[in-house]
């Protein structure tokens, strides 16, 4: 068995728990130097879905740069929490279960009496990783979420930052620093100027650093994702979803240095960051100084990281290449579709969208994909929940904007409009074109669904075409697929989104 591909097997039997498509659950339980955190997901598949998900701030590194040993107290508490862990997963039929320990573990002197430890008192089986590997495992993770992903990768635990370069999806360079907050914090480095240059003096010895200029950066890691949720707070952002939050370089460093100068009263009263007061403003001052040197054109925070990396990495190569996102949009339609298959519509739909280029048609494709989503609802809230679903879950390689067309797309999809208070945030987040776009996808969805009533095999005797000043929808001679005062409203509604003027006729009519 390649070592370099699994982390940890259990040896009990834990059952054989399935979810969707049969596949078995798989869980990562991750040590960190901060936190211990369990994560249940129900397949090893492109976009696993995460089941279950529990973090304990333990602090285990808190100590480690001192006195070299782990701290006591968060060795206590770690043990009870692998515990709980080791029995939840039993209890929950898990078919593998991976443990990973990072750099508190993998410092300290004595990490290996703790993992004995765990061994003894849970069954479980720990692996610790050396700097290398959680480097190229968080590097993976992000490729898991932003396939093609271009430039930097930054993991900032609590102990240790890793920095992976990246080109166009490939793994280059990599390091792990010992710039981690915990670690920072016990350096006895009490004044900013001297922990910069201490900070400066790691990052200036990268020769290869320089090659992120004018590229984006991706940060991994509680705190700085802490930083992310902090500036949303403080700028209002319609949308609070970690994953591909982009800001400029500038802005994103210079509110990072903001945050590094902020006394712990000030923070206390910043949403979002009571769990962190300790280690956010040494977490923004690596932040603020690594843009500083690497000087990045973009900040793209990643949701995902050596977890995720961890999964993506047993994956075949195949699985790997396959699209996150239109992974978990048709595993969406699977189990929500009511009849038919949704993948259907992307052709019918095809004939309104000329000169798209390939990521249009693959947002159009994940918009048909979740067409059908909403069918079960009450018919008063169909537009607001399905627009909601798509818009708050955690799909991976969506920016914030396709985000918002998705999300548009299905409310025209079930309102007929997209002008709605309920809509207010992600047309904001929209350009005018993609909002116009996302309304002409969800009325010719709309219009779709009503010709078919979900059965979407049927669309395949009908046509949708855009000709000349006319948008022509063309129904079979035999009747298979009615028209009606149903069909013509919505032909003319999505005619009028068209600038045209809207033809329903017979197969014969056209030929003729």
């Known amino acids: 068995m390649d070592d370099n591909r699994v982390i940890a097997s259990v040896t009990p039997s834990l059952g054989s728990g399935h979810d969707r498509h049969g596949a078995e659950r798989v869980a990562v339980i991750d040590i960190g130097s901060n936190s211990i955190r369990l994560v249940v997901y129900d397949g090893l598949t492109r976009s696993p879905m995460a089941l279950f998900n529990e973090k304990v701030l333990c602090g285990l590194g808190r100590g480690v740069e001192k006195a070299g040993t782990l701290n006591p107290d968060g060795v206590a508490q770690a043990l009870i929490a692998l515990e709980r862990f080791a029995s939840l997963t039993a209890g929950m039929e898990i078919a593998r279960l991976d443990v990973i320990a990072t750099a508190a573990v993998r410092d300290a002197k004595d990490g290996a009496a703790f993992v004995e430890a765990i061994e003894r008192r849970t069954g479980l089986t720990v692996r610790v990783i050396s700097g290398e590997e959680e480097a190229r495992l968080s590097a993976m993770g992000v490729l898991s979420g932003t396939p093609e992903a271009d430039g930097l990768v930054g993991d900032l635990g609590g102990g240790s930052l890793e920095l992976v370069g990246l080109n166009q999806g490939v793994i280059g360079e990599q390091v792990t620093l010992p710039l981690g907050p915990l670690?920072?914090?016990?350096?006895?480095?009490?004044?900013?100027?001297?922990?910069?240059?201490?900070?400066?003096?790691?990052?200036?010895?990268?020769?290869?650093?320089?090659?992120?200029?004018?590229?984006?950066?991706?940060?991994?890691?509680?705190?700085?994702?802490?930083?992310?949720k902090l500036h949303m707070e403080q700028t209002s952002a319609p949308l609070h979803i970690i994953h591909h939050y982009t800001l400029p370089a500038l802005e994103a460093r210079e509110f990072a240095a903001l945050m590094g100068r902020q006394s712990r009263s000030s923070l206390e009263k910043m949403a979002g960051s009571r769990r962190r007061l300790d280690t956010l403003p040494f977490a923004a001052l690596v932040f603020e100084r690594l843009l500083r040197v690497a000087q990045p054109s973009k900040v793209v925070f990643s949701a995902y990281g050596l977890r995720e990396g961890h999964l993506f990495s047993?994956?075949?190569?195949?699985?790997?290449?396959?699209?996150?996102?239109?992974?978990?949009?048709?595993?969406?339609?699977?189990?929500?579709?009511?009849?038919?298959?949704?993948?259907?519509?992307?052709?019918?739909?095809?004939?309104?969208?000329?000169?798209?280029?390939?990521?249009?048609?693959?947002?159009?494709?994940?918009?048909?994909?979740?067409?059908d989503i909403g069918w079960a609802e009450h018919p008063d809230y169909r537009a607001d929940h399905a627009f909601l679903r798509i818009l708050r879950y955690p799909f991976p390689a969506l920016d914030h904007d396709e985000r918002a067309f998705l999300a548009l797309s299905a409310y025209a999809r079930y309102a007929g409009t997209i002008d709605s208070p309920t809509t207010i945030g992600a047309r904001s987040l929209a350009s005018e074109g993609q909002g116009l776009r996302a309304l002409v996808l969800g009325l010719a969805l709309r219009l779709a669904h009503t010709l078919s009533g979900g059965a979407t095999g049927l669309l395949k005797r009908t046509s949708l075409k855009v000709s000349g000043e006319r948008l022509v929808l063309t129904l079979p001679e035999d009747g298979s697929v009615p028209s009606g005062e149903a069909v013509q409203r919505r032909v003319d509604a999505l005619a009028k989104a068209l600038n045209r003027k809207g033809d329903v006729q017979s197969a014969r009519a056209q030929a003729a």
């Open 314 to 371: 047993l994956l075949s190569p195949e699985g790997q290449r396959e699209d996150p996102l239109l992974a978990s949009a048709a595993d969406w339609a699977r189990r929500f579709v009511r009849m038919g298959d949704s993948s259907l519509l992307t052709d019918w739909t095809a004939g309104l969208f000329a000169g798209e280029d390939d990521n249009a048609i693959r947002l159009r494709h994940a918009a048909c994909l979740l067409s």
């Open 183 to 228: 670690r920072l914090m016990e350096t006895g480095v009490t004044r900013q100027n001297g922990l910069i240059r201490l900070i400066d003096q790691h990052l200036e010895s990268l020769p290869w650093l320089h090659k992120a200029k004018g590229r984006p950066f991706y940060p991994v890691g509680g705190s700085w994702r802490a930083i992310a």
